[in-house]
């Protein structure tokens, strides 16, 4: 895994609810895009008040990262890149501005200048060989990857996006060509219940002929442990058919803290239920997520 340090160049409002931040330097000329759609990297911001001053991790040789001795550790979040200009040394990331939290916070105040740090990317969209049709599903989170994978939607290959925004001025412009639609619909996104596994079931609904078929769906983690069930015990999907990723979650931010103060014997409960090799992942994943809603997480 590399480190890059990236220089804000320029920031574009795109919709009240997102902005566009063009990152560029020396470092992200050697940046390489791995061309998923849904391509991912970790953000490493400042730590204090000068928005210069990063504290970039170091590699290290199992693929993680490490914070050199004596330096703080910088606060991580994950993002989308929405899309990469290696020739140019630039990559753009798509932000949400919700009014809270260490990213929204940092972007809202973004100008030229700032500094981030950014690790290698990684995709998760992997649709089969057969692909036919897919449908891509998201709330405003998952909208850059969204776009993206409509954008590259392959010719010959029938492409349905579902898309959840707050509200009207949150609809952004998208591909508009034979074989490629978009439907947005607005609620969720935290200002209401998420529609995502309505929106789902509505879009993929039982009987469908799943033949030469992919559904990818990103959005709030916990509204989207009904769409993983829906699609693997309703539908009977096979895991190469289908990707459900969790974005975000309401009070994320305490997630951590509300796992770690669950009593001992109940934590040993859940690391074992990953301790069967035999069971299929999207199935261990279904079972964790079932008693994680039982504990309120």
Same mark, same amino acid.
């Given at each position: 895994?590399?480190?890059? #340090? ?7 409002p ?40 990063v504290?970039?991790p ?11 001795e ?19 040394g ?35 969209y ?16 998952? !909208?850059?990857?969204?776009?993206r ?23 952004q ?7 490629? #639609? ?7 996104n ?55 990723v ?20 109940v934590?040993?409960?859940l ?23 039982? !504990?309120?997480?």
């Amino acid at each position: 895994m590399t480190i890059y #340090r990236a220089v804000v160049a320029r920031v574009r409002p795109l919709t009240p609810s997102m902005a566009r931040i063009t990152f560029h330097g020396e470092d992200l000329a050697a940046f390489t895009s791995t061309g998923v759609g849904d391509e991912y990297v970790r953000l490493f911001f400042p730590h204090g008040a000068d928005r210069t001053d990063v504290s970039l991790p170091e590699s290290t040789e199992n693929g993680g990262w490490r914070t050199p001795e004596g330096q703080p550790e910088a606060p991580v979040r994950n993002y989308t890149i929405r899309s990469a200009r290696p020739e140019a040394g630039e990559i753009d990331i798509d932000f949400v501005l919700h009014g809270h939290g260490t990213a929204s916070g940092w972007a809202a105040a973004a100008r030229p200048g700032d500094v981030i740090g950014l690790n290698s990317p990684a995709g998760l969209y992997s649709p089969p060989a057969d692909l036919a049709w897919q449908v891509l599903v998201s709330d405003l989170s998952g !909208l850059p990857a969204a776009g993206r994978l409509v954008e590259n939607a392959p010719g010959g290959v029938t492409t349905r996006a579902v898309l959840e925004v707050p509200d009207a001025a949150a609809v952004q412009p998208l591909p508009d060509r034979p074989g490629v #639609r978009a439907t947005w619909t607005y609620g969720g996104n935290g200002h209401g219940p998420s529609r995502l596994a309505e929106l789902v079931e509505a879009a993929i609904p039982p009987g469908t002929d799943l033949t030469g078929g992919y559904v990818w769906v990103a959005g709030q983690t916990n509204a989207l442990r009904a769409v993983r069930r829906y699609l693997r015990k309703e539908l009977k999907l096979p895991a190469e058919r289908f990707k459900v990723v969790g974005y975000w979650m309401p009070d994320g931010d305490t997630w951590t803290e509300r796992y770690e103060a669950l009593p001992a014997d109940v934590r040993s409960e859940l690391d074992r239920m990953w301790d069967n090799p035999a069971d299929e992942p999207e199935d261990l994943t279904i079972r964790y997520e079932e008693r994680l809603s039982t !504990l309120g997480l």
